[in-house]
């Protein structure tokens, strides 16, 4: 059988968290109802602004981020994957996964644990490392990125996933444009590496100009659906494209 790797490149490794299963045996995401607790009541501290104060009361009785903690995921969004792969089949054993935007790793820690068998997780900021998968600390828009993540996976990718989100604003148009931005450049990175018949799922936000890349995506792809997971906050305009099937790119096209 294949050794597992733990890659964190470049960088200093530091010490990873509980591994998902160690700490529940149920670390697959479908516990999440049952493990809801008490509510958690956040006194005021001096210091604390009112919207500190709200994230931190929101945090403490987010039953996933109670979940992630219970089974050692690195992310409450670990839960959107699972939900995702739970509803479209993505992650198929013995798969070559990309994770664009991996940091603080929860979506790499759950491709490892489907089965997966090469992942290889990019971000800006760095992440530590998560057993089984290779971490590449810098901008997924290297010029060198898509041949290092081929020679990385030892070919082309059956899937490419992207929870990347650009700094906000607060401005939502201009944070609407922003993240749209980057889920098309993540679209045109992922038709430099995806194996014919491989998967696309990218973070966007509802607001309008989502649709002009739903019909790129239907050119490149035989199926592309939207999904908001549970995991998801209802409040939050996110969601998710999901597009299986990448028809290929016709030689002379990259
Ligand atoms: C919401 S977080 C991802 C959470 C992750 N899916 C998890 O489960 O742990 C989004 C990440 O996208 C990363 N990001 C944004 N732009 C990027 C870029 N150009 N290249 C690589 N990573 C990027 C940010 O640094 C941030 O860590």
Redesign the pocket.
């Known amino acids: 059988m294949k050794q597992r790797s733990s890659t964190r490149i470049p960088g200093k490794a530091r010490t990873s968290s509980l591994t998902p299963g160690d700490g529940d045996t149920s670390a697959d995401g479908r516990s999440v109802q049952a493990s809801r607790t008490k509510t958690v009541t956040v006194k005021k501290a001096r210091g604390r602004t009112t919207a500190q104060h709200r994230w931190l009361q929101r945090q403490l009785n987010d039953p996933y981020v109670q979940a992630a903690q219970k089974q050692g995921w ?2 409450r ?2 839960f959107k ?1 699972i939900e995702l792969d739970d509803r479209f089949h993505l992650i198929r054993p013995g798969a070559r996964v990309v ?9 790499t820690q759950v491709a490892v644990k489907r089965g997966a068998a090469e992942v290889v997780g ?4 760095p992440v530590d490392p998560v057993p089984g998968a290779t971490i590449i600390e ?4 290297d010029p060198d990125m898509p041949d290092r993540l081929t020679e990385l996976l030892g070919g082309r990718a059956d899937i490419v996933m992207s ?4 700094n906000t604003t607060g401005h939502a148009p201009t944070d609407h444009l922003r993240i749209i931005g ?1 889920a098309e450049l993540a679209l045109d990175f992922a038709t430099h590496i995806l194996a014919p018949g491989g998967a696309f799922v990218a973070k966007v936000f509802q607001g309008g100009s989502e649709k002009q890349m739903l019909t790129a995506l239907k050119a490149l792809f035989t199926q592309v659906r939207h999904a908001k997971p549970p995991a998801s906050r209802k409040e939050s305009s996110e969601l998710y494209v999901v597009a299986t099937g990448f028809r290929g790119l016709d030689k002379g096209e990259d």
């Open positions: 690195r992310s969004a670990a994957l994770d664009l935007g991996a940091a603080p790793g929860g979506w990019v971000d800006l900021l810098g901008d997924f828009n929870d990347m989100a650009p980057l």
